[in-house]
């Protein structure tokens, strides 16, 4: 319980309410806008789309088309390292979806979930994502 005096010097022994928020997420999130393709597991064609943040779990992302949730497609994120062009690819599960964010500009946001990645595409990440950490804290 909180004590606080109020102004005429009485003392409120009432507990004190608010909003208390506990992050559930095992991997904490990272503000990064990387252009990506991405295409479904059983299919050929490719889409692009833009992620808004990214960490080790998954992804936020903005998608031209709807796109059930539980999905499984194969991405490719695309970011430079120096003045090379890098990619990370991986299998991601679609894990909810937004589909009124901008559908009006006919955009969709989804989360991701990484399920797998292709050799060596974790460890990129990993760098990745500690370069834009550095970059928002340093």
Not at 71 to 91: M, Q, R
Not at 113 to 128: A, P, T, Y
Request: hydrophobic share 40%.
């Amino acid at each position: 319980m909180a004590t606080v005096k109020s102004k005429r010097g009485q003392v409120d022994l009432q507990p004190k309410r608010g909003i208390f928020v506990i992050e559930r997420r095992e991997h904490p999130r990272f503000t990064v806008e990387l252009s990506f393709d991405y295409s479904r597991i059983d299919g050929v064609e490719e889409h692009g789309g833009v992620t808004t943040n990214v960490s080790e779990g998954g992804l936020l992302a903005y998608l031209p088309e709807v796109v059930e949730k539980g999905a499984l497609l194969k991405i490719v994120i695309l970011f430079l390292k120096g003045s090379e062009l890098n990619t990370i690819k991986a299998t991601a599960k679609v894990v909810w979806c937004d589909l009124a964010a901008k559908a009006a500009w006919g955009e969709h946001r989804y989360g991701f979930e990484f399920q797998s990645f292709n050799r060596g595409g974790l460890d990129k990440l990993k760098i990745l994502i500690k370069k834009v950490a550095d970059t928002h804290t340093g």
